[in-house]
């Protein structure tokens, strides 16, 4: 008979990949996606999509943070590192309705829209969509192939484990569907590593 969750290993799975994204600067990008995309000012209320062990937590001044993801393993790990900064709620993306929330002022996703297919990334646009604030913003951030990348930088994005990558283009047409307005930015200069990021900054919701 399966055992109850070992904790342990799943604080440490959750460590492993934290530092796995220190390695390779994940640091660094999500400090420049705080700065300067998401902006936040304090006491808004931020909504992470799919926010894994909660690292951006740790960028983001005092706001009224929610955090939603699928894996019960990250949000151990979330929830015993950021105890009393925010909520961590287990939901899945493609079917999250939050009615219960008073609207957010802004939403972030990071490394999550190259997980799933176009279904899947318009589900959680309209969940997004639906959770902000009319005035409310969404800032994305995913690998981008198909954006002049380096071959070297080409080779390390294939190995990520999304299924779903994109030119930043293509998640910008994907956003397009339930906000009236995407800018997307490419950036080859974020990662410790060659990589190429593609960043959105969606307005206008249309829920
Ligand atoms: C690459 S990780 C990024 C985690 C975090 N945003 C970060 O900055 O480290 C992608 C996250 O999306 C979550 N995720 C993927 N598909 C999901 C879904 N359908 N519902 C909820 N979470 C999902 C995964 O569990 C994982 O934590």
């Not at 209320?45 to 955090?67: K, S, T």
């Not at 699928?70 to 709620?89: C, M, N, T």
């Not at 490394?111 to 969940?127: I, N, T």
Request: charged fraction near 30%; aromatic fraction near 4%; include cysteine.
């Amino acid at each position: 008979m399966p055992g109850p969750p070992d904790a342990r290993r799943v604080l440490v799975s959750a460590r492993v990949y934290s530092a796995l994204q220190r390695a390779l600067g994940a640091a660094r990008v999500r400090r420049v996606l705080v700065a300067e995309h998401l902006r936040p000012a304090p006491g808004e209320r931020v909504l992470d999509l799919g926010c894994g062990p909660g690292d951006v937590r740790a960028e983001l001044p005092a706001v009224e943070y929610v955090g939603v993801d699928h894996s019960e393993r990250y949000l151990a790990a979330a929830r015993a590192r950021h105890a009393g900064r925010g909520r961590f709620v287990r939901a899945d993306l493609r079917l999250l309705r939050l009615e219960d929330e008073e609207p957010f002022d802004a939403a972030i996703a990071i490394g999550v829209l190259h997980h799933l297919d176009d279904g899947e990334g318009a589900a959680m646009l309209a969940s997004a969509a639906h959770a902000l604030k009319s005035s409310g913003r969404l800032i994305t951030i995913d690998p981008a192939l198909g954006d002049r990348e380096s071959p070297l930088a080409r080779w390390l994005i294939l190995r990520d484990r999304g299924r779903h990558l994109r030119s930043s283009e293509g998640y910008a047409g994907l956003a397009r569907g339930r906000f009236d307005h995407v800018v997307a930015s490419t950036r080859h200069d974020l990662a410790r590593v060659p990589y190429c990021h593609a960043i959105l900054e969606c307005t206008e919701p249309r829920p």
